[in-house]
């Protein structure tokens, strides 16, 4: 079976051609529709001398454009690239010549930064821009130093079939992500396209551990009324992992997209009402925060009864906010999925009212059939185990990183058991009843001791305090203990707590050896465009670096 994201998408446009695929503000795209707006954009990039293998970078916030050059991408056998829209030169300019960049697709607002950094783009030639309206200067200068040509314009004159179009397509070609580079500069994550189907975009079912029969499967069941039909809220950013893989897995069921351009919790409950959505995606706390606070503090201007489920991942959601989520939509679904760009779906948690708080410190899951903890030596710890360990997925996984071959040979690692996992960093602990709890981020682990503290279960027992908003937990040097607990923290308005009642309070959750030492007070919590916490930001600010 050929396992290509190209050919997934055109089975399931195949199967129900005339449902609505994709609503980006005034735009709504059947899945005809999106598939000829990506065809067109295919065979544009073709006729730029781009081919197999070849890396397009796209460069702007969410809108159907992104979509569209995604698959187009993917058609063409071309490797899409996700670029943080927040990157400024220096950092725009490291992943242009890190991702060997042939083509972008970008919004022209950012068409001043891409010509300042042009001359550290050797292989960039192609340079198409979308018109959102966004920019507010003039920037026609910079487009014509770059001599790009307006999306729309570049599409017109392209044919909207598939003739034309590679029909070698491959389950071994590759689909890259970027990570976020929270911990470091951002790297390429390497997978093929068959086996980040199978861990990210719903090839296994999260429950059942069952794969699909085909690649056929889920489109066989949208056209016979057995799947699909949902309308699902895509919150976080489409250069942010989650947010392609919860619209491609959706997409790929026949389910209904809705894109929110800019984040705020207004503009969700506005697009909840408007378009009657059944889920929501978010990145936890981030954005689930200033959605239930902005419907608390107006319960009667939205009808949100259409929605059914929301879904987290890739940043924690606090069991206060899922609280308080139960609370307005008693019968609401949360689930809490765990994973990461270098080795997808670990886990699921489905919370359901009453059930929200986590007595075990972080996120407690049912583990994905992948899933395994292993020791410093690289062996499997065994269920029974209560220590902690290093969080590893076999089976689907990637190949590596780009260009970065020594990396890669320090997260993908073959265990005792010979076989070849990948490795990410994260710490976990197994629990009575086979699950899981994720504990932390090794790269993040305060060392204070010989204890290692993991700052997410102390930043959920920080924002369990009616008087915090939001947190990083960070280690600083300490002489006595070698690193010390220190806490920076965003008040919410019109309140304040010291350090004393925040020790008192987090107690109640955590170790006393895991409290905050010290108590750094900000006016905002600097997190990336997808929810994560910036925790080198935090660092330099707490050892007064910054």
Request: with cysteine; proline share 5%; glycine share 10%.
């Amino acid at each position: 079976m050929a396992y290509n994201i190209g050919d997934l998408f055109e089975h399931i446009v195949d199967a129900i051609p005339d449902r609505v695929a994709l609503i980006d503000r005034d735009t709504r795209l059947t899945f005809a529709e999106l598939d000829e707006r990506s065809n067109r954009i295919a065979h544009y990039l073709m006729s730029q001398g781009i081919g197999v293998g070849d890396h397009v970078g796209i460069y702007s916030q969410n809108c159907h454009e992104w979509i569209e050059a995604m698959l187009g991408c993917f058609k063409a056998r071309a490797i899409p690239i996700n670029v943080n829209f927040r990157y400024v030169s220096d950092e725009l300019a490291y992943i242009f010549d890190n991702a060997d960049l042939k083509a972008l697709v970008f919004d022209e607002q950012y068409a001043p930064v891409v010509v300042e950094i042009l001359d550290q783009a050797p292989t960039l030639s192609t340079f198409v821009h979308i018109r959102t309206g966004e920019s507010g200067d003039d920037v026609s200068a910079d487009l014509e130093v770059l001599g790009s040509v307006p999306y729309d314009e570049a599409c017109a004159g392209q044919p909207s079939t598939r003739e034309g179009l590679p029909s070698d397509r491959s389950p071994d070609d590759l689909y890259v992500l970027y990570t976020g580079g929270t911990t470091g500069m951002p790297k390429g994550v390497m997978w093929r396209q068959e086996d980040v189907y199978f861990a990210l975009g719903q090839g296994i079912d999260a429950v059942s551990g069952e794969r699909v029969a085909s690649e056929y499967t889920m489109a066989e069941k949208a056209a016979a009324g057995l799947g699909g039909g949902l309308v699902f809220l895509v919150i976080p950013p489409m250069m942010h992992g989650a947010a392609q893989w919860g619209t491609m897995g959706q997409m790929f069921q026949g389910n209904t997209i809705v894109l929110l351009p800019k984040f705020s919790g207004e503009a969700v409950w506005e697009l909840v009402e408007r378009e009657r959505v059944n889920a929501a995606l978010i990145t936890g706390d981030a954005m689930g925060r200033p959605m239930i606070e902005h419907l608390e503090a107006h319960p009667d201007t939205y009808d949100t009864s259409s929605l059914i489920a929301v879904s987290s991942s890739a940043a924690i959601f606090s069991p206060t906010v899922k609280d308080r989520f139960l609370e307005a939509f008693p019968n609401l679904v949360i689930t809490d999925s765990i994973g990461s760009s270098e080795s997808g779906f670990n886990g699921i948690r489905t919370v359901a009212r009453g059930q929200a708080a986590n007595e075990n410190g972080g996120p407690t899951v049912t583990p994905g059939p992948d899933m395994v903890i292993l020791d410093e030596n690289l062996k499997l710890m065994p269920k029974e185990s209560r220590e902690q360990g290093k969080m590893g997925r076999g089976g689907n996984i990637p190949l590596g990183y780009y260009k970065d071959e020594k990396k890669t040979a320090e997260t993908f690692v073959v265990a005792d058991d010979g076989r070849r996992y990948a490795v990410s960093g994260d710490w976990a602990r197994w629990e009575d009843g086979g699950l899981v709890t994720l504990l932390g981020r090794g790269s993040t682990t305060i060392n204070s001791g010989g204890e290692k503290i993991h700052p997410e279960e102390v930043e959920q027992a920080l924002k369990d305090h009616p008087a915090v908003f939001d947190c990083i937990v960070v280690g600083v040097p300490d002489e006595r203990w070698g690193q010390r607990v220190a806490a920076v923290v965003q008040f919410r308005p019109d309140t304040n707590a010291d350090l004393e009642s925040l020790c008192d309070h987090a107690r109640k959750f955590v170790a006393g050896y895991k409290v905050p030492r010290e108590l750094h007070v900000v006016e905002e919590i600097v997190r990336s465009p997808s929810g994560k916490p910036d925790y080198p930001w935090a660092t330099k600010l707490a050892r007064g670096e910054r």
